[in-house]
């Protein structure tokens, strides 16, 4: 007994310091633009992904994860919105990894054909791309920190929030999808879950936002053009009303538009998603 006791003892106190460790740690790099390289698996990596990150405020008290779509760059983002220019100007630091062909699944399975990297890419940004952001003073659980992206990335943001509770106080989706059974015969998610036919309970149940609906829990912006022709409207627009009606009480905002599906729409999104993001932010009871 005396023994279970001290040991309680050293495993709160050391929980303690890790809690003022995290409550007060700053953010080691620099305002401007950084590239870091993290691992593609933690034992026997197979590459690199690279990492760019914009500091514009050293404390780090506002940090943004900018997913891209399916083989899209990550500097696409900056390269073609003005998404640079006003973060900076609000005071939020950039964090944008290359996601290459992920479709931010959680698992592989035997019948997957397309692996983007060791680790699946949900997997990845739980695992090892946030603890390694962490050890740099971004991503803390008592900052304010969003994840948004587009296309496949806006899927993937919807389920970075959903895979890692507790760090992400909002999010934005622009031209997502939600719900894989409505494209039952998708080349991306057939060539990772396998035909729909076959593995039914995988596209029902694994990585798919629709089923997981009642586990949403922070506010959420949805964005998506009418004239899209990639990724259909219906997705935001069924995902959004389900939501609405589960969870009344959360923020959920839609902004729909006759666009399409590219850089032109999304840079019209700029502004919206951070302003939606600057009144979640005071909504908090920050200045």
């Given at each position: 007994?005396?023994?279970?006791?001290?040991?309680?003892?050293?495993?709160?106190?050391?929980?303690?310091?890790?809690?003022?460790?995290?409550s007060q740690a700053q953010c080691t790099l620099a305002p401007g633009l950084h590239?870091?390289?993290?691992?593609?698996?933690?034992?026997?990596?197979?590459?690199?992904?690279?990492?760019?990150?914009?500091?514009?405020?050293?404390?780090?008290?506002?940090n943004i994860l900018v997913l891209p779509g399916?083989?899209?760059?990550?500097?696409?983002?900056?390269?073609?919105?003005?998404?640079?220019?006003?973060?900076?100007?609000?005071?939020?630091?950039?964090?944008?990894?290359?996601?290459?062909?992920t479709i931010y699944e959680s698992q592989y399975y035997p019948e997957t054909k397309r692996k983007w990297a060791k680790t699946p890419g949900s997997q990845w940004i739980k695992e090892i791309c946030i603890p390694e952001l962490q050890k740099r003073?971004?991503?803390?659980?008592?900052?304010?920190?969003?994840?948004?992206?587009?296309?496949?990335?806006?899927r993937g943001a919807v389920l970075t929030a959903l895979y890692n509770k507790g760090i992400f106080k909002a999010a934005a989706s622009l031209s997502g999808d939600f719900d894989q059974t409505r494209m039952k015969h998708d080349k991306l998610m057939?060539?990772?879950?396998?035909p729909y036919e076959y593995y039914k309970n995988r596209w029902e149940n694994v990585d798919n936002p629709f089923a997981m609906i009642a586990e949403w829990n922070i506010p959420l912006?949805?964005?998506?053009?009418?004239?899209?022709?990639?990724?259909?409207?219906?997705q935001t627009k069924i995902f959004y009303e389900a939501l609405k009606k589960a969870k009344p009480d959360i923020t959920i905002t839609i902004?729909?538009?006759?666009?399409?599906?590219?850089?032109?729409?999304?840079?019209?999104?700029?502004?919206?998603?951070?302003?939606?993001?600057?009144?979640?932010y005071k909504k908090a009871g920050n200045k």
């Open positions: 007994m005396k023994r279970f006791f001290l040991l309680t003892i050293v495993l709160l106190a050391a929980g303690m310091v890790c809690c003022s460790h995290q590239t870091i390289a993290l691992p593609d698996a933690v034992i026997n990596p197979g590459k690199t992904i690279p990492i760019d990150i914009i500091i514009s405020d050293s404390n780090c008290k506002k399916w083989n899209f760059s990550r500097k696409r983002w900056i390269e073609e919105t003005s998404l640079r220019q006003e973060a900076t100007k609000r005071g939020y630091n950039l964090i944008l990894p290359e996601m290459s062909v003073g971004l991503l803390l659980s008592n900052q304010f920190n969003a994840v948004m992206g587009l296309s496949t990335g806006g057939t060539a990772v879950y396998g912006y949805l964005g998506h053009g009418t004239r899209d022709t990639v990724v259909p409207h219906e902004n729909d538009c006759a666009c399409g599906h590219d850089f032109i729409y999304w840079n019209s999104e700029v502004v919206p998603v951070l302003d939606f993001f600057d009144t979640i």
